[in-house]
């Protein structure tokens, strides 16, 4: 008698859910994922930075008197800004150009920002269990990197004080485009930001400058900064969190 052999199983691609604002953050399960901390301008553009540039590790806090008591504890750079401006009391900025390797090499740098680091303590506190951040300047190799790992992602968009931004959703729409034949993608804020993304990759610049962020922002001069932090693959680095900071993954 002829039995029929078991199907293969075919293997189920793993999703990617886009989280918009750090708001929408406790929506979503994230303790099985991969969360994707994105701040575009400028905190992740900056921690890429100097991860690339030989920082030790970069220690991302969420208030500036723990930053101020961080840098006391390990001797590391403080640095840290509230809406674009040097926090008193602390040593440096929020500007990746403060970071070149003759300066941040075999450093610590402990930092806090409007943004970012709170929504990566955000995710903390909700249980996430592996952190990376990305930006342009590292897109290639957050890309590499999740596909690599092959499990759930949820791209985690700071946004501004909690709400919407352009900027970092185009990064989350970029990392999406080069991962949608290796995952699944059912998630409206996933479709948006690819959409997005594809509508404005060949003008990335020009787009990018009618948005409130780069508006407030250039307000405090800061334009080259804001043009590096789109500039793609300028600062390759994965920065993984691990034990209570980043570390450079590559």
């Known amino acids: 008698m002829y039995i029929c052999a078991p199907m293969a199983q075919k293997k189920s691609k793993p999703s990617i859910h886009t989280v918009l604002t750090p708001q929408l953050l406790d929506l979503y399960e994230i ?4 969360v994707v901390i994105i701040d575009v301008f400028r905190a992740t553009s900056t921690m890429a930075t100097a991860l690339y540039n030989g920082a030790r590790k970069i220690i991302p ?11 006391k504890q390990t001797g590391g750079v403080t640095a840290g800004e509230r809406d674009g401006k040097i926090i008193p009391g602390l040593s440096y900025g ?4 403060e970071y070149p390797r003759s300066f941040i090499e075999n450093k610590i740098l402990v930092i806090t920002t409007t943004n970012g680091t709170k929504l990566l303590h955000m995710a903390l506190k909700q249980g996430a269990k592996d952190i990376i951040t990305g930006s ?27 709400r919407f931004n352009i900027e970092d959703t185009l990064f989350a729409g970029a990392i999406i485009e080069a991962l949608k034949d290796d995952f699944t993608i059912h998630c409206d804020s996933s479709l948006m ?5 594809c509508q404005h990759k060949d003008d990335l610049a020009q787009y990018i400058q009618t948005t409130t962020h780069w508006h407030r922002l250039a307000a405090y ?3 080259q900064d804001m043009l590096y932090c789109i500039s793609i693959d ?7 969190y691990k034990e209570g900071a980043l570390v450079n993954g590559l």
């Open 61 to 71: 806090v969420d208030s500036p008197e723990l930053c101020i008591e961080m840098g």
């Open 221 to 223: 001069g800061l334009e």
């Open 136 to 162: 342009f300047p590292n897109f290639s190799a957050v890309a590499n990197y999740l596909k690599e790992q092959g499990v759930p992602v949820i791209l985690a968009c700071s946004g501004w004080k909690n």
């Open 31 to 34: 303790k099985d994922s991969i």
């Open 234 to 240: 300028s600062a390759p680095s994965i920065p993984i």
């Open 94 to 97: 929020n500007s990746p150009s």
């Open 193 to 197: 930001a690819n959409q997005l993304y």
